[in-house]
């Protein structure tokens, strides 16, 4: 496979992180609707996010992770979300992945090519053999998002995250490269 299209479909495109993105990377950080989904308890400052961009250029096999950008791949270029690889594990060759589409653009079909985008990263340039991603039970869109992009569910952590209303499962879906 040929790297040249790899991070992109005819809808959207991932790319880097750039200074530009700390406006975004603030606003969505620090929107208290999505903590719960990102592990998130506090607050980030723009200096923090400005010195994350800064350090973004260390490779994956430096930082254990990956932040890309999504932005539709038409004239406007709209940044829209992001998705992350995380406890990047080169010796046992997995990943964990996140994806996060802002509420204006969600039901688009962004997260869905994006996860088809790092699927074919993380497989084709990486040479991964699973990436992975943790779910609470509760979180039935991701869910279905996840398993609509083929991963299957694996595993059930009880009573794994705390919520105001008590602690919920979460869910471990695979999505292992044949």
Request: glycine share 4%; hydrophobic share 35%.
């Amino acid at each position: 496979m040929l790297y040249h299209k790899i991070l992109e479909t005819d809808q959207i495109r991932l790319r880097a992180l750039e200074p530009k993105d700390v406006e975004l990377l603030y606003t969505w950080e620090n929107n208290t609707d999505i903590w719960l989904v990102s592990s998130t308890i506090a607050p980030f400052s723009k200096d923090v996010l400005q010195k994350y961009i800064e350090n973004n250029h260390f490779d994956i096999y430096t930082t254990r992770q990956l932040r890309l950008m999504i932005e539709t791949a038409n004239k406007e270029a709209k940044t829209v979300g992001t998705i992350d690889l995380y406890d990047f594990d080169p010796h046992n060759r997995r990943a964990g992945i996140g994806v996060f589409v802002s509420q204006e653009y969600a039901k688009n079909g962004y997260a869905r090519e994006s996860i088809e985008c790092i699927k074919n990263y993380t497989k084709e340039v990486l040479f991964l053999k699973q990436i992975y991603a943790e779910i609470s039970k509760t979180n039935t869109s991701s869910l279905s998002l996840f398993k609509k992009a083929g991963f299957v569910v694996n595993g059930e952590r009880v009573d794994w995250i705390r919520t105001p209303e008590g602690f919920e499962n979460q869910y471990i879906l695979q999505c292992i490269f044949e």
